[in-house]
């Protein structure tokens, strides 16, 4: 059935918050992408007459795409090289929705995003949808086929798992950029006791390297663990220089709304490390260096004024 201009016009008022729904459902940019494009194809096939509410069937419609795709990419991660980290997200990518409030601010963050993958699909939606989006638990029930009284058990469920999770404290950006110069700082200063010094006694350092960049198969846990890590990463190398081809200089910028480094070498992002900061210290470092999970990242910073690089010469 064709679209009128009407009708195409209806679904691209829908596709920003689409989209953001399909990121914090999937963690993938691309996939994102694909969901709402299927989304699309749907409603250009649909009978648009019995449709009463447009953005109630799309948003609908679109879920059950993104919780078929959770379903099978849980079978695919279980073959994933290394550890999985979401597709990062440079600050004013449309993809990261709304920001008005704290919870969903959150929602979109790295460190969310990795526990989110600790809940079934199903909680999943239940959380992303109230959560980042405020949808009324009797729409969200409307959109899983579940009664109102069961989307209200699974939210109370999958909050407490996020928030059990979660030690990450908002701040300002001041006090964050402050944060990443000490780091960097102590990172190139060869002496793992600054490094301990700024972060939490649990701390954790991941990598997604997604098989096509190296990078360790299970995190660093410790303090003391991922200091040594660190300093070793930012030690000048022949051998590192010559696996990117080059020193890559280092930005301090927001990516998924967390402080984060980015890594670029010849006008190319090739790596992204958030920060998850806390009132006791630097939690987590989350570095994606997977290239696939990082085109769009790089065509967006291409596209914006980053400003001078901390740091000249990473490595």
Not at 60 to 82: F, I, M, P
């Amino acid at each position: 059935m064709a679209l009128t201009m009407n009708d195409v016009d209806r679904f691209e008022a829908s596709r920003p918050r689409l989209a953001a729904i399909a990121y914090r459902l999937l963690g993938s940019a691309s996939e994102a992408e694909d969901a709402v494009q299927e989304t699309y194809l749907r409603w250009q096939a649909a009978d648009l007459d019995r449709i009463e509410v447009p953005e109630a069937w799309l948003t609908k419609v679109l879920t059950h795409l993104c919780l078929n795709q959770l379903t099978s990419a849980r079978a695919r991660r279980e073959t994933y090289v290394g550890e999985w980290l979401p597709e990062p997200l440079l600050a004013g990518d449309p993809m990261l929705g709304p920001a008005d409030t704290a919870e969903q601010r959150e929602s979109v963050s790295f460190a969310v995003l990795a526990l989110l993958e600790r809940l079934s699909p199903g909680e999943r939606a239940v959380y992303v949808l109230r959560e980042a989006f405020a949808y009324p638990h009797r729409e969200i029930a409307e959109i899983l086929d579940i009664t109102e009284a069961a989307s209200q058990q699974i939210f109370h469920r999958a909050k407490k798992h996020v928030v059990d999770g979660k030690a990450r404290t908002e701040i300002d950006e001041a006090a964050a950029r402050r944060i990443i110069e000490e780091f960097l700082a102590a990172a190139t200063s060869g002496r793992t006791d600054q490094l301990v010094r700024l972060l939490t006694q649990d701390a954790v350092a991941i990598g997604d390297g997604g098989g096509k960049v190296p990078a360790r198969a299970k995190a660093f846990e410790g303090a003391l663990a991922v200091a040594t890590f660190m300093r070793g990463l930012f030690k000048p190398s022949k051998a590192k220089r010559s696996l990117v081809g080059g020193s890559p200089v280092v930005h301090a910028t927001t990516v998924n709304g967390e402080p984060a480094l980015v890594a670029v070498l010849d006008e190319r992002v090739i790596g992204v490390m958030c920060l998850e900061i806390t009132a006791d210290g630097i939690a987590a470092f989350r570095n994606q260096v997977n290239p696939d999970k990082l085109e769009r990242f790089t065509r967006h910073w291409a596209a914006t004024d980053h400003g001078d690089p901390l740091l000249d010469a990473a490595f």
